[in-house]
């Protein structure tokens, strides 16, 4: 799992909410992935959430507690726009696409946000700001 969040541009969690909090299967891969200390994976990594429930709130206080985990392990996250999204199976076809098009919409627009998000921070990411080390082992400032 660590080898695959390395390769990624960025990490889209998509999840339910269970009990108001991140269910325990998804908690426990994250506190896999943030060690041993010092190799935490979601360093600097670019993430988004997503979350459906069929509960009217659809997983804001699971969100909210994502982003208090997300931001102890300094993973930079998309804070607008936010999608919490209420489940209705009306509005969604046997094969998973959405039928509805206000949540087709919201979705759209979400991950245009996320995908110009993820190239802002991977920008910021590049090497050559401060604090950076040089190839002669200097550090970079201003
Ligand atoms: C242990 C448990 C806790 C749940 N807690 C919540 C909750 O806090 N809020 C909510 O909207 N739905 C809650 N649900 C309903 C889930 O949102 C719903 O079951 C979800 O569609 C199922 O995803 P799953 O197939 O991964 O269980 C809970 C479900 C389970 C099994």
Same mark, same amino acid.
């Given at each position: 799992m660590k080898d695959a969040i390395a390769a990624s541009d960025g990490i889209l969690f998509v999840s339910p909410e269970y009990n108001r909090s991140i &269910? %325990? !299967?998804l908690k426990n891969a994250i506190d896999w %992935? #943030? +060690?041993p200390w010092g190799t935490n994976s979601? !360093? +600097?990594? &670019?993430?988004? =959430? =997503? %979350?459906?429930? &069929? %509960?009217s709130i659809g997983t804001a206080v699971m969100q909210s507690s994502m982003r208090s985990v997300l931001s102890f392990l300094d993973a930079p996250q998309l804070n607008a726009p936010e999608a919490y999204i209420k489940f209705d199976p009306a509005s969604y076809n046997e *094969?998973? #696409?959405? +039928? *509805?098009e206000g949540t087709a919409s919201l979705l759209r627009h979400y991950m245009e946000e996320y995908s110009a998000f993820v190239q802002r921070v991977l920008a910021a990411n590049a090497p050559g700001h401060i604090g950076d080390e040089h190839p002669d082992g200097a550090k970079l400032t201003r």
């Open positions: &269910p %325990g !299967a %992935g #943030s +060690r979601f !360093a +600097r990594k &670019p993430t988004g =959430i =997503i %979350g459906t429930s &069929p %509960g *094969d998973g #696409s959405v +039928r *509805d």
